[in-house]
């Protein structure tokens, strides 16, 4: 089953769940403009949900935002529920890859901990409004069985800030009353960051994680 969207002339056919019916185009060049316009769409929503909340927002709110017609909308996310989980996973997906590559690093977990904190920090910083975005939507994506994979991303990133802080308990340079409240507490304050966060604050995003760094570890002294 499909349905067709008008624009203009010609119409766009999208499968019955709101998928684009035709893939991405697959000549290197063409794929990359692609990529390209659909990343820059996807930022733009992901600024318009944060401002105006994501139910609030319409399609022609997006077609303001974006510079897209309804039909150009479609035709790179497939639907609007489709544009909320594109932003968690461009959320979510990069800064899950460099954590990865830092626990796999061979340093010591105080080290692992603070350049995980200065990747994340730098990923807030460049990605405020998403962020902003799954903190309001988190009642949707805790709940609703098509924010699986999203939940599973969010899941294994905190597994693995987890991992650095067992670590620390385990070689004795951390120590901690309860390790739990320790990781809820790091959450915390770094996902309440992009409610102040300015890239033209008094500090950058490196030193705030610095700042949090410090302050876990201080508290983590054996």
């Keep these: 089953m499909s349905v067709r969207i008008p624009r203009g002339p010609s119409v766009i056919p999208l499968t019955w769940d709101g998928m684009p019916a035709v893939p991405p185009p697959t000549r ?21 949900f944060a401002e105006g909340g994501y139910k609030e927002t319409s ?25 909320l989980i594109a932003i968690c996973d461009a ?21 692992q901990l603070r350049d995980l904190l200065r990747v994340w920090l730098a990923h807030v910083e460049t990605h405020r409004a998403h962020m ?21 991303q969010r899941k294994q990133f905190e597994e693995l800030l987890d991992g650095i802080l067992a670590r620390g308990e385990a070689d004795g340079s951390m120590a901690f009353a309860d390790r739990s409240v320790t990781l809820f507490a790091l ?15 008094r500090l950058s995003a490196d030193e705030v994680a610095d700042g949090y760094c410090d302050l876990i570890l201080r508290s983590a002294r054996p």
């Design 28 to 48: 290197p060049a063409l794929r990359a403009r692609y990529e390209g316009r659909r990343a820059e769409l996807i930022d733009a929503a992901a600024k318009a």
């Design 59 to 83: 399609i022609a709110d997006l077609s303001a935002a974006t510079g897209l017609a309804a039909g150009g909308i479609y035709h790179y996310i497939g639907s609007k529920e489709n544009l």
């Design 91 to 111: 959320l979510l997906a990069p800064l899950l890859a460099e954590g990865r590559e830092i626990v796999a690093a061979d340093a010591p977990p105080e080290q």
């Design 132 to 152: 902003l975005v799954f903190a309001q939507e988190r009642h949707l994506i805790e709940r609703e069985p098509q924010w699986r994979a999203v939940r599973r």
């Design 187 to 201: 959450l915390g304050m770094v996902n309440y960051t992009p409610t102040w966060l300015s890239p033209r604050g």
